[in-house]
């Protein structure tokens, strides 16, 4: 089955510094890949994905980048505020066959004002 | 519009006893997904439901745990005989139709189980 790997666990940056968070998945079918954040107490939000045939997507200070080739995926965070302080989770999903994503053990971003 | 709605919020229960936990999905999806969080881990799968298809039970951990979903809409998760290693959070999905695309899944906030 496929196998997600989420570095680093934990990350603390200054506000207005950048944060990346890196995910590697194994199976080449998967073709969906959400970044969901979590906040403290709420259940996990839909942040922004990318689907296998595109290479790279922005949302204002979000953007996600995708390397089939190598099959990693990067969220990408520029001049972070303390409001981006949460767990982040990034998954893989296949079309096809078993339709459950399969989740990063997540990565808590700590923005210090 | 609503989202994903659970309830209780919380739940403190004694070991040994039976727990329900409800989960409404958003109207007009068809799949539905329970997940279980411990105190700062990931998402562990427990069990997928579509449409009228049977459901995918491949995440249940133990026998004691069971759901179902009647109509096709809300949906149970029943813990019997509940241990302390249950103690959780207990997070529902729904989304639309994964055979017909794969997209985002929309969580509830989740039942805190807590088991003395």
């Known amino acids: 089955g496929e196998n997600v790997e989420q570095h680093p666990s934990t990350l603390s940056v200054q506000e207005g510094d950048s944060a990346v968070i890196k995910c590697t998945y194994s199976?080449?079918?998967?073709?969906?890949f959400p970044w969901y954040k979590q906040e403290l107490g709420k259940g996990p939000q839909l942040i922004i994905d990318?689907?296998?045939?595109?290479g790279e997507k922005k949302d204002q200070r979000i953007a996600v980048t995708l390397n089939k080739t190598a099959k990693h995926f990067s969220l990408h965070i520029t001049e972070t505020q303390p409001e981006d302080s949460a767990v982040y989770f990034c998954?893989?999903?296949?079309?096809?066959?078993?339709?459950?994503?399969?989740f990063g053990r997540g990565t808590s971003l700590i923005v210090h004002p | 519009g609503a989202g994903v709605s659970q309830s209780p919020s919380n739940k403190v229960t004694e070991k040994g006893k039976d727990v329900e936990l409800r989960c409404d999905p958003i109207?007009?999806?068809?799949?539905l997904y329970w997940y279980r969080q411990s105190l700062g881990q990931g998402l562990e799968f427990l069990i997928y439901?579509?449409?009228?298809?049977?459901?995918?039970k491949s995440g249940l951990p133990s026998d004691r745990f069971s759901a179902e979903r009647t109509g096709g809409s809300v949906s149970t998760l029943t813990i019997q005989r509940t241990q302390q290693e249950d103690s959780a959070v207990y997070l529902c999905?729904?989304?639309?139709?994964?055979?017909?695309?794969?997209?985002?899944?929309?969580f509830g906030p989740g039942t805190r189980l807590t088991v003395l």
């Open positions: 199976d080449s079918a998967s073709n969906y």
């Open positions: 999905a729904s989304s639309l139709d994964p055979g017909l695309a794969v997209g985002e899944q929309f």
């Open positions: 990318i689907r296998s045939n595109v």
């Open positions: 109207s007009g999806h068809t799949a």
């Open positions: 439901f579509q449409g009228n298809s049977a459901p995918d």
């Open positions: 998954a893989a999903h296949a079309s096809g066959g078993s339709y459950i994503p399969t």
